[in-house]
């Protein structure tokens, strides 16, 4: 079965860097495209970044555009998050979620369990 | 950015009576390819969502009959037939037409 299990969340200092990791398995993981879905404590959800299947294409929201950065490794079936120059308000739960498509988002069908980020000021 | 504005944000509910959530867009979900590229999520409490509903009407795999969706351009609906005790939790619309994603707030489903 799909399985998505996130890692590497935690509490960091305001300014510093994190890298989160997804290890994807019971699917093709190079045939989809893959995206990072936040919630802060007790607020509703954010869509974050999502990369192609093939790393062609990555988009960003504007809240992190610029300070984080989303890879994956095909090989490896890993998708990673690196964050930079955290802030106060990236502290949530990252979900990593599948894409429906390829290169383009027909829905959002398989979500991790997510990893809490803590960012102190 | 599109704007998605769910109504209600809490809907009691009793037992076995249905349900409905609405969501509005603030511009039109079809996209270039013909598509309406609307969601419904289910979250349930202290657990990642769930996929419920895609393109507008289509479920998901093993999502029960009693979720419908429907709606066109910027007005789309949710419906349960008749609520069950498993369905407590918070729901979410979702467009996936454009970039940046977005969703509604959330509307917090209970039971009366």
């Known amino acids: 079965q799909v399985q998505l299990v996130e890692s590497g969340g935690g509490v960091v200092q305001a300014g510093r860097s994190l890298r989160l990791s997804c290890a994807a398995s019971g699917f093709t993981f190079s045939n989809y495209g893959v995206h990072w879905v936040r919630q802060a404590p007790g607020k509703g959800l954010e869509w974050v970044a999502v990369?192609?299947?093939?790393?062609?294409?990555?988009y960003y929201a504007d809240s992190v555009k610029g300070r984080f950065t989303v890879s994956r490794d095909n090989f490896r079936n890993t998708l990673y998050l690196q964050m930079n120059s955290l802030r106060a308000e990236d502290t949530a739960v990252y979900y990593c979620v599948r894409g429906g498509g390829r290169t383009v988002t027909y829905y959002l069908d398989y979500w991790g369990q997510g990893t809490l980020v803590t960012v102190s000021s | 950015d599109i704007v998605m504005t769910q109504t209600p944000l809490s809907s009691p509910v009793t037992l076995g009576q249905p349900a409905s959530i609405s969501c509005r867009s603030s511009q039109s979900l079809v996209h270039s390819d013909g598509n309406t590229y609307l969601s419904w999520l289910q979250q349930r409490p202290g657990q990642p969502p769930r996929l419920l509903i895609y393109?507008?009407?289509n479920r998901f795999s093993g999502v029960p009959d009693r979720f419908s969706g429907s709606g066109a351009g910027t007005d789309f609906t949710l419906k349960i037939s008749r609520v069950e005790a498993e369905d407590v939790g918070v729901y979410y619309c979702m467009q996936v037409t454009q970039f940046p994603h977005t969703f509604g707030q959330g509307t917090k489903l209970e039971i009366k």
């Open positions: 990369i192609w299947y093939d790393e062609n294409n990555k």
């Open positions: 393109k507008i009407s």
